[in-house]
Nanobody, 112 residues
Framework: QLQLVESGGGLVQPGGSLRLSCTTS????????IGWFRQAPGKEREGVSC????????NYADSVRGRFTISRDMAKNTVYLQMNSLKPEDTAVYYC?????WGQGTQVTVSS
């Protein structure tokens, strides 16, 4: 059964950093692109970043470009989202997705 499990969220002060993990099972990670989305209270879910199969191509939303970095570790079946210089507007539930499957999400709160 295909599963994606996010972790690494939490409370951080503005300017701080977090690294989110998306651990996958039930499929060969290297064969599929992985995306990170987020949803803030009262807002629609929005795309944050994505990485191609084998990691040769990445893309970022304008709002996070230069602050967030997506990467993947094939051996650990995990995709990471390194988030630096966090802002209050980054507060949201972050989800990873692939091939139509979604994880349960992890809460990121940026507040002083």
């Amino acid at each position: 059964q295909l599963q994606l499990v996010e972790s690494g969220g939490g409370l951080v002060q503005p300017g701080g950093s977090l690294r989110l993990s998306c651990t996958t099972s039930g499929f060969t990670l290297s064969h599929y692109a992985i995306g990170w989305f987020r949803q803030a209270p009262g807002k629609e879910r929005e795309g944050v970043s994505c990485i191609s199969s084998y990691g040769g191509w990445t893309n970022y939303a304008d709002s996070v470009r230069g602050r967030f970095t997506i990467s993947r570790d094939m051996a650990k079946n995990t995709v990471y989202l390194q988030m630096n210089s966090l802002k209050p507007e980054d507060t949201a539930v972050y989800y990873c997705t692939s091939t139509g499957y979604w994880g349960q999400g992890t809460q990121v709160t940026v507040s002083s």
